[in-house]
């Protein structure tokens, strides 16, 4: 048996065509890259790139490294877990925006039907009164502008 410095006990023999990480072991600073990469999955997940960068560290590291596997599924269901509330909350939002709009609709319907009524009163009522009364907007866009003389 050899001595492996970064377990810091006994391996087994590894062949010249067997590779370390193929042999079940990795070193403590592949150990630390992997589980930094497992968490910073989530931000090519915010890219849109890879969803599930930490199921795919997962799947490629667990046999290899206890270390990778935690972290890697720990990130997972921490993405998940907000996957899960970031659907919840657009769901409840777009229920809350139809109700919130539907109960202001309620409330500004009868104004909506109510200021045309109450400004047409009123134009009539200073029409009445002998005074030249134009709507904002419309009467300029029929006969254009006033003149000032």
């Known amino acids: 048996m050899q001595q492996d410095p970064n377990l810091g006990g006994e391996r087994e023999p590894v062949s010249e065509g067997q590779s370390r990480a ?13 589980s930094v990469i497992a968490h910073l999955s989530v931000l090519v997940a915010l890219v849109g790139l890879v969803p599930f960068g930490a199921l795919l560290v997962w799947l490629l590291y667990k046999d290899r490294s206890q ?11 921490y993405q998940v877990a907000w996957i ?3 659907i ?7 229920v809350l925006s139809l109700v919130i709009i ?38 300029d866009r029929i006969e254009g502008p006033r003149r000032v003389v």
Do not use: N
């Open 102 to 139: 539907g109960f202001f609709m309620f409330f500004l319907l009868p104004i909506l039907l109510l200021v045309p009524i109450i400004h047409g009163c009123y134009a009539a009522y200073k029409v009445s009164q002998g005074v030249e009364y134009r709507y904002p907007f419309i009467a």
């Open 22 to 34: 193929s042999a079940g072991t990795m070193s403590a600073q592949d150990e630390r890259t992997w």
């Open 88 to 94: 919840a909350y657009t769901l409840v939002s777009a």
């Open 84 to 86: 899960v509330i970031l």
């Open 67 to 77: 270390k990778v596997r935690f972290h890697a599924l720990q990130a997972l269901w």
